[in-house]
């Protein structure tokens, strides 16, 4: 193909399309969601997930999990080449279900966070964060 | 191996019984996540500091199991309850068996 000013900005443009689209949710999240839940089912409820809409840069995303009820909450990065994120797990003297902490996003996506309630049920929270630099390397 | 390995915490000097405290949490480690590739492009191995957790006199306050996704120089923030004057203990795991600790007392008055 010959490479006419018009053509490169088309090129440009389907790089910048590609680029763009979101990382789909893999087997791999399916799979740590599971493990976690031992295959439950997951409602919606009284989970908080707190990320930024737009990060500039994937290398340190802050987010915020909440939840009143929960004894553990599992944080998950459904398009990074591995899901896992952290797993907070809260005993007699956490005041708050809350924790805070920086993560690192590949691309944008999709973040979920599963809480396991006291009563033995799980929910789930999703948030979609739109990184400009991806932040694992490569 | 990790160098440099510095834990931070900020814990107030001073609460009432009962109250609830914010506690930051900072350590510096590099946290090689394992993805990531050197010029000859090779790829670097894992190591990250894989656990932190989070004691108040023998209490556990929060537990917290890290995957490569956690940012460089790892940040936590939460609260824990001070029932009585006592020590924070605070531990975190290195992938290379390190053990890094920190304490921090905090008076009831």
Redesign the interface.
């Given at each position: 193909m010959e490479l006419t000013r018009r053509n490169a900005i088309l090129l440009g443009g389907a790089a910048l399309l590609m680029a763009g689209l979101p990382f789909r949710a893999n087997a791999a999240t399916e799979d740590a969601i599971a493990a976690f839940t031992g295959g439950a089912e997951v409602g919606e409820g009284d989970i908080k997930l707190t990320a930024p809409e737009i990060a500039e840069n994937g290398n340190t995303v802050p987010i915020e999990v909440s939840s009143d009820t929960a004894v553990e909450i599992l944080v998950l990065a459904t398009g990074n080449p591995t899901p896992g994120v952290a797993n907070f797990k809260f005993g007699k003297l956490a005041a708050a279900r809350a924790a805070s902490t920086r993560i690192r996003l590949a691309g944008t996506q999709d973040v979920v966070a599963i809480a396991k309630l006291e009563d033995g049920s799980f929910v789930q929270a999703t948030s979609a964060v739109k990184v400009t630099i991806g932040g694992c390397g490569g | 191996m990790a160098s440099g390995v510095k834990p931070r915490v900020k814990v107030p000097k001073k609460a009432s019984a009962g109250e609830?405290?914010t506690i930051k949490t900072l350590i510096s480690h590099k946290m090689e996540?394992g993805?990531?590739?050197d010029k000859e492009g090779n790829t670097i191995p894992r190591s990250i500091i894989n656990r932190f957790t989070c004691?108040?006199n023998g209490?556990?306050?929060?537990?917290?199991?890290?995957?490569?996704?956690?940012?460089?120089n790892?940040?936590?923030?939460?609260?824990?309850?001070v029932?009585e004057a006592g020590e924070f203990k605070f531990t975190w795991y290195d992938d290379d068996g390190s053990v890094y600790e920190e304490t921090k007392s905090i008076a009831v008055g």
């Open positions: - | 609830a405290v996540s993805q990531r590739k004691d108040f209490e556990n306050v929060v537990d917290v199991t890290m995957e490569p996704a956690i940012s460089t790892p940040y936590f923030e939460f609260q824990a309850t029932p």
